[in-house]
Nanobody, 112 residues
Framework: QVHVVESGGGLVQPGGSLTLSCAASGSFLNIYIVAWYRQAPGNQRELVAGIAPTGTTNYADSVKGRFTISRDNAKKTVYLQMNSLKPEDTAVYYC??????WGQGTQVTVSS
């Protein structure tokens, strides 16, 4: 069993930055792929970025060059650094650890 908690969301102006954290507890955490998803009202949940145990990353086209995913295995935490935020980045951001362990989500609102 893996327990996942996201944090770091909030209100930010367009062009601003936020860093989200995804902290996990449980066993064998470092063997899992970890991904950030987001869901805006009325939209389906979409993949934002993912990171493999090896450190290999992938990003949605909409966030490439603006977002960076990283992991600290010692701290059992994955981060999502978000720069140059746009209003269309507004959503609830969820962390998925492995294939079935989700956090409760953290709200990101980009607005002036």
């Amino acid at each position: 069993q893996v327990h996942v908690v996201e944090s770091g969301g909030g209100l930010v102006q367009p062009g601003g930055s936020l860093t989200l954290s995804c902290a996990a507890s449980g066993s064998f955490l470092n063997i899992y792929i970890v991904a950030w998803y987001r869901q805006a009202p009325g939209n389906q949940r979409e993949l934002v970025a993912g990171i493999a145990p090896t450190g290999t990353t992938n990003y949605a086209d909409s966030v490439k060059g603006r977002f960076t995913i990283s992991r600290d295995n010692a701290k059992k935490t994955v981060y999502l650094q978000m720069n140059s935020l746009k209003p269309e980045d507004t959503a609830v951001y969820y962390c998925q650890w492995g294939s079935g362990f989700w956090g409760q989500g953290t709200q990101v609102t980009v607005s002036s």
